[in-house]
């Protein structure tokens, strides 16, 4: 089971350590009451607060974790962390911080502080975190999914609560799409009754979205994305780019809003449709 590298560690901390405007490279900067008052100004709109603890944006993780911990705890928003290449906490200080509701980012990085042991199995740490309430997100990134962290966290039972990409400009060539990510998931394990909860009921959730149930009802607007699932050879790549295989590929071929249709449509389904495009 490979473990999270020192070395690129190493080399995060002595030559890439500070990415242009890190936001986090001068914690002298960071104005706490500025914040708690712009998220009072929009409570609907700020659903929650990110830190990261990358040491590339972070001079210092405790201060920050302590820092913006206490920002959550003040205003009620759930703190989201990015961890990943974090070596100045261990996993078990950093989760320490999180309360119910809180969510862990990059689960499955094959980065410090590692989601696995040396033995290979999750750490009890993540363990007592999930028992408390904090929740474990996917979020596959450039640099942030490990099959083989995954797939031995899966077979343990420590699936994610939910799925997600961290999909932006940096990441498309290795992420491309949330299907793609849903796919290699069912290739590490999970099956697609489960995958399909992760990336609408479970994921709401942990958004605190009780709008976005993914609940159908009728007489309600559609908002509805199609997708087929194929069966077949499939060869997928990891953020680390570790090749592994898969028998399932999920693409997408519709949408319809309101009475609107757009995609790919096979002809039996035309006629229910008002519109394709």
Not at 55 to 71: F, N, Q, Y
Request: with cysteine; hydrophobic share 40%.
């Amino acid at each position: 089971m490979p473990q999270p590298s020192a070395v690129s560690q190493d080399r995060c901390q002595n030559g890439e350590r500070n990415i242009p405007h890190g936001e986090l490279t001068d914690l002298s900067k960071v104005n706490l009451d500025a914040c708690e008052e712009m998220i009072r100004r929009h409570p609907e709109e700020i659903i929650g607060v990110k830190l990261r603890i990358d040491p590339r944006v972070c001079s210092d993780a405790l201060k920050a974790m302590e820092l913006i911990s206490r920002l959550s705890r003040r205003t009620g928003k759930p703190l989201t962390v990015h961890a990943s290449r974090c070596s100045q906490m261990t996993l078990e200080e950093i989760l320490s911080f999180m309360k119910e509701g809180d969510v862990f980012a990059h689960t499955y990085a094959n980065k410090l502080p590692g989601l696995l042991d040396e033995s290979g199995n999750v750490k009890e740490a993540a363990w007592k975190a999930r028992k408390r309430g904090v929740r474990f997100d996917l979020s596959h990134g450039k640099s942030n999914f490990s099959c083989s962290v995954a797939k031995a966290a899966f077979e343990q039972g420590f699936l994610p609560d939910a799925i997600s990409t961290d999909l932006h400009g940096g990441s498309l060539a290795i992420v491309e799409s949330l299907p793609m990510t849903m796919s290699k998931t069912m290739a590490c394990g999970l099956d697609l009754r489960t995958v399909i909860k992760k990336v609408t009921a479970d994921a709401a959730a942990m958004l605190r979205l009780t709008d976005k149930a993914a609940v159908l009802k009728e007489g309600d607007k559609a908002d509805i994305t199609l997708f087929s699932l194929e069966e077949g050879a499939y060869t997928f790549t990891d953020a680390d780019g570790v090749t592994f295989n898969g028998s399932c590929m999920i693409r997408p071929f519709g949408v319809i809003l309101g009475q609107n249709a757009y995609g790919f449509f096979p002809e039996s389904m035309r006629d229910c449709t008002a519109r394709t495009d």
